[in-house]
């Protein structure tokens, strides 16, 4: 076999290894646009899933009924809401602060009349 011809053979291989490096490097960005593309169009099903969810617990709210497959959510829900409330009076604790009962401003926790409605606040007598 002449040199020639292994060098011929050689350069061809390399030159489709490349060629074939190039197209895998194609498709490789091909593939990930379109997986991204999957991905766009999930999280606009995933939006669509939370619009439904909030309407069946605005039902829920409304009707403190729902068919039986939703309530165990709905339940759970309420306990992370009320979870969140918990939090929220802890952090106007830190504040040193309180929220209006009737217009649910806050004021300051030793506040007598709320400055935005005028409401007379229950004040606790210091022991
Ligand atoms: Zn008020």
Do not use: W
Not at 39 to 53: N, Q
Not at 97 to 123: D, M, R, S, W
Request: aromatic fraction near 10%; charge should be positive; include cysteine.
């Amino acid at each position: 076999m002449p040199i020639h011809y292994n060098f011929t053979k050689l350069k061809d291989s390399i030159e489709s290894n490349a060629s074939s490096a190039v197209k895998k490097t194609g498709e490789f960005i091909e593939i990930s646009k379109l997986n991204l593309d999957i991905s766009c169009e999930e999280k606009k099903i995933d939006v669509l899933y939370a619009k439904i969810g909030k309407k069946i617990y605005a039902q829920y709210m409304k009707d403190r009924f729902v068919n039986n497959n939703f309530i165990k959510y709905c339940k759970e829900i309420d306990e992370i809401k009320y979870k969140i409330s918990s939090i929220e009076k802890k952090i106007l604790k830190v504040q040193n602060k309180k929220i209006c009962p009737l217009c649910g401003n806050e004021l300051t926790k030793n506040a007598v009349y709320c400055e935005h409605c005028g409401f007379k606040q229950k004040t606790r007598k210091k022991s």
